[in-house]
């Protein structure tokens, strides 16, 4: 069992940035595949990034490439999502998850969840 617990959610202007982070406590954290995830009103859940216990990166989406950045330190484990240049379109709940193995960028992959940390990015 791994809980997760994500935070570092608010309120930014557009062009600002925010720093998402997502601690994992349970079982050997470094043994799992991190992502995050979003779901805006009304919208599907949409992949955001995602990071293996050895550092290995998913190639970002489109609307965040260049943009976002994933990270994570297992001596704390802990992931980030480094976002900079917000736009109001990545207003969303942000959510945290843990898979065992690699990376994916499908949320049903994902057996452990947090309860999401709302981002709110105003023009």
């Known amino acids: 069992q791994v809980h997760v617990v994500e935070s570092g959610g608010g309120l930014a202007q557009a062009g600002g940035s925010l720093r998402l982070s997502c601690a994992a406590s349970?079982?050997?954290?470094?043994?799992?595949?991190m992502g995050w995830f979003r779901q805006a009103p009304g919208k599907e859940r949409e992949f955001v990034a995602a990071i293996t216990w050895g550092g290995g990166i998913t190639p970002y989406p489109h609307s965040v490439k260049g943009r976002f950045t994933i990270s994570r330190d297992n001596a704390k484990n802990t992931v980030y999502l480094q976002m900079n240049s917000l736009k109001p379109e990545d207003t969303a709940v942000y959510y945290c998850?843990?898979?065992?193995?690699?990376?994916?960028?499908?949320?049903?992959?994902?057996?452990?969840w947090g309860q999401g940390t709302q981002v709110t990015v105003s023009s």
């Open positions: 998850g843990a898979k065992h193995g690699g990376n994916s960028r499908s949320w049903d992959d994902y057996a452990y």
């Open positions: 349970g079982r050997t954290f470094s043994s799992y595949a």
